[in-house]
């Protein structure tokens, strides 16, 4: 859902690059074999890498030194860092602040918030929800002070959330490899600030990070993490889907994601809401082509010719823009099982690829980006904070190896980027039918297409010829809590 009222924070972060599909080896050098950048480990490519990645990474390997690598890789930057990135976010909200307003999807949160503790009329226990009932927890938390303060709670449980994200990343100082994954975060969290700060994402997110990274090392916890995610937004369940399909830990986590949804429906059920526990399924089952999925481009564009029949709309109900023309029933319809039949495809191709490949937490991670990406790029519902269902996986697999991931990494700073600048930027042009906006929407869902497509031809690759990893990575990998997955 969009706020009729757009914000927009901070700077945009703008990367060019045209990604291509290739196959990374982690080997030791030998001639010839070129690095990355900020201590990435050497790599050669068994075919050739495109020219954009390679111009971005020989003007990273340009721009950043020695000297200052090795001050990027510093603790104390880092925090310095994160702390300046979040006083920024507090200046930008402090007006919000002191006034007692909120912005983006805060008002709805706090009505919501409002009425159970006020009326005792609770979401999703008393009447249906278009949300899991785990979301119910941070959204009346965030109002245990009174609604005059809303938004500055909201703004602490990110904060908090976040910290504790950068600190597993990076081990809390101790793991160098993850400090390119920890700026990264903070480099996606800027220019996604305008809905990280403002919705459920910005707390589910940070939480399936902590999942990923716990996985190997403490996958109880790392199951606990990425099930309440899922019970506060359900795109965490496609990550869930991964680790199943490709990790060693599977019987923990399914025996763990078990029990605590088990214990959150019993609350549920002793609350006298358990007729309602699953109403987020099928709650939104009837919703038309949102304006900004990749599914609807085609008609946006039709909307925008003036094309007789087609138009773009407000669904006042749900507060957001739909799309309307010859087709879109159809088309909505059908992406729904169309989205689920491409991810149980990409469900067995990650059981083959199981068999062949001896880096699990690549897989794992390769996995979970394929079918995150499923979830985005062929859902009738599009909306801008659907990116940072991507992100935090994209931000793991830094972490793992940056060699293989700088293409998605590139790839979601850009996608980040043309994301800001649709909503909130130029929403409301985009809306009347703007040429150049719509061009924004169109690019930006191309590369989301891009990103699906990438992730699926690699799991093929691996499926078909197995995985290259070597030793001293895997041992590597393992003492970062990652290659045993």
């Excluded at 908090?160 to 400090?179: D, I, K, P």
């Excluded at 790029?377 to 931000?395: C, F, R, T």
């Excluded at 980040?416 to 719509?438: K, R, S, W």
């Excluded at 497509?453 to 010829?465: I, K």
Aim: net charge positive; proline share 5%.
């Amino acid at each position: 859902m969009h706020s009729q009222a757009p914000e927009a924070f901070g700077h945009l972060l703008v990367v060019s690059l045209s990604p291509s599909i290739r196959t990374l080896r982690s080997d030791p050098p030998r001639a010839g074999a070129r690095a990355g950048f900020i201590g990435c480990d050497w790599v050669e490519s068994d075919v050739p890498v495109s020219y954009f990645v390679e111009l971005v990474d020989q003007r990273l390997i340009t721009l950043i030194t020695p000297a200052r690598r090795a001050w990027l890789q510093s603790p104390r930057t880092l925090l310095l860092g994160f702390v300046g990135l979040h006083l920024l976010f507090l200046f930008a909200l402090l007006p919000t602040i002191l006034t007692g307003r909120v912005l983006g999807d805060l008002p709805l949160y706090r009505v919501w918030a409002e009425q159970a503790l006020t009326t005792n009329v609770w979401q999703g226990i008393d009447v249906e929800w278009v949300y899991p009932i785990g979301a119910l927890v941070p959204i009346v938390l965030a109002d245990v002070a009174g609604p005059l303060l809303y938004q500055l709670l909201w703004f602490l449980m990110t904060l908090a959330l976040n910290a504790l994200a950068v600190g597993v990343l990076t081990g809390w100082g101790r793991n160098r490899a993850g400090y390119k994954a920890a700026w990264f975060w903070l480099a996606i969290s800027l220019v996604l600030s305008p809905v990280g700060l403002l919705r459920l994402e910005g707390l589910s997110a940070p939480l399936v990070i902590m999942g990923l990274v716990l996985l190997a090392r403490r996958p109880v916890i790392a199951s606990a993490l990425l099930t309440i995610a899922t019970w506060i937004k359900v795109w965490p369940a496609a990550v869930m889907l991964a680790v199943v399909a490709a990790s060693r830990r599977r019987v923990s986590v399914v025996l763990t994601g078990a029990a605590v949804s088990t214990a959150i429906a019993g609350a549920v059920w002793a609350a006298g809401g358990i007729r309602f526990l699953t109403g987020f399924v099928t709650m939104q089952s009837d919703r038309a082509l949102q304006l900004e999925a990749p599914v609807t481009t085609p008609w946006v564009w039709l909307a925008a010719i003036g094309h007789h029949g087609t138009t773009i709309y407000q669904n006042h109900a749900i507060a957001t823009r739909e799309v309307t023309g010859p087709g879109t029933t159809f088309a909505a319809s059908a992406m729904t099982p169309l989205m689920f039949l491409v991810m149980a495809a990409i469900f067995v191709l990650l059981v083959v690829a199981l068999r062949r490949s001896r880096d699990h937490a690549q897989l794992v991670l390769m996995g979970a980006l394929a079918l995150v990406s499923t979830f985005v790029v062929l859902n009738k519902v599009g909306s801008p904070q659907y990116m940072l269902w991507i992100a935090p996986v994209v931000a793991v697999g830094v972490a793992h190896d940056w060699a293989r991931w700088r293409v998605p990494a590139y790839l979601m700073l850009v996608i980040g980027a043309l994301t800001t600048l649709i909503f909130p930027v130029f929403y409301l042009p985009l809306v009347h039918g703007d040429a150049g906006a719509l061009l924004l929407l169109t690019l930006r869902n191309a590369l989301l297409v891009v990103l699906l497509g990438w992730s699926v031809l690699a799991l093929w690759h691996t499926a078909r010829v197995g995985s290259t990893a070597s030793v001293s990575v895997r041992r590597h990998a393992d003492a970062r809590g990652l290659a045993t997955n």
